[in-house]
């Protein structure tokens, strides 16, 4: 969920609402998910990306 609006954000002012938006469509669809009714289809602005960080220490 995160990648996503990081994305969009790009850490830059001007892109608070289209992150903002973002993180909403993200969390609705989470939330669809959580209860099984989620049926794909959501274009996200990490769609498709690896979010592996190698060496990564949890």
Known sequence: MQASVLKVWEGKDENVA???AEL???AKAN???AVGKY???LDSAAGG???F???HAY
């Open 18 to 20: 289209k992150a903002q």
């Open 24 to 26: 909403i469509t993200r």
């Open 31 to 33: 939330g669809l998910a």
């Open 39 to 41: 049926q794909g289809g």
């Open 49 to 51: 990306q690896s979010l």
């Open 53 to 55: 960080v190698a060496q």
